[in-house]
């Protein structure tokens, strides 16, 4: 009778029973140090971010001549805009939450795509298009909001088609990616008929993106020998 009752899901008593990916991944000392390490770099580059944007902004910068720009109508479409940013973001952690080798390199690609873009922006100071139309975002202008007047110097690249670059690299799957590519390039033109960036910026943003994504690679790449299946 007893064993009638015993639970028959429980894959801790089948032997060869594959372990969950968290479990797995979590048994690996590497993965343990590569999470706290990048949790740590990234909470230093928040406390230095408000400040970096403080001297952006403050600096004078070059305006810049866009023939392609000036072909596309000029409308606030920050509604549209972070519906697809927010939206792309959701979906993509919903996708890589049960999946941490996944998560764990988006995690480093997202670093290293604040560190590309930071030095961007320090190389090229640029003045915002003519036209511009404030970008108001209802998250982060909530959480970075240090200066009495908006951050609108921050151009090259692009960080908003570049996260979406970036949110499509980190799935696996045709058709999640299809949809999130489509959604990058919808942001891409979002952003230029709010003439918050030049076509220079979005079309540069991929670009710096798969360089992140690549670095990222790199760093979580595991070693050939005594690994265990990632359980991905």
């Not at 009638?4 to 690996?28: E, V």
């Not at 706290?36 to 928040?46: C, D, E, I, K, N």
């Not at 996260?163 to 891409?188: H, S």
Request: positive net charge; glycine residues 6%.
């Amino acid at each position: 009778m007893a064993t009638l009752l015993k639970p028959a899901d429980s894959s801790s008593t089948i032997p060869g029973a594959r372990p969950a990916p968290w479990a797995a991944a979590w048994a690996r000392t590497a993965f343990r140090l590569r999470l706290a390490l990048v949790v740590l770099l990234m909470a230093a580059l928040l406390s230095v971010v408000p400040g970096f944007f403080q001297f952006i902004q403050a600096r004078p910068g070059h305006l810049l001549a866009d023939p392609l720009l000036a072909l596309l109508p000029v409308h606030d479409v920050s509604v549209p805009t972070f519906a697809l940013i927010y939206g792309a973001i959701a979906g993509t952690l919903v996708y890589l939450l049960p999946r941490p080798n996944l998560l764990l390199r988006a995690l480093w690609a997202y670093w290293f795509l604040q560190l590309l873009r930071m030095g961007t922006l320090w190389l090229l100071p640029l003045e915002p298009p003519a036209a511009l139309v404030l970008l108001r975002d209802p998250v982060m202008d909530r959480i970075f909001e240090v200066t009495t007047q908006p951050i609108v110097r921050d151009l090259f690249f692009s960080g908003h088609t570049a996260t979406m670059t970036l949110l499509a690299l980190a799935v696996r799957g045709r058709k999640l990616r299809r949809a999130l590519l489509l959604m990058t390039a919808a942001v891409g033109v979002l952003v230029l008929v709010q003439r918050v960036h030049y076509s220079y910026d979005v079309l540069a943003a991929p670009l710096f993106a798969w360089l992140a994504y690549w670095l990222a690679g790199r760093v979580c790449r595991k070693k050939p020998a005594g690994q265990q299946a990632s359980g991905l």
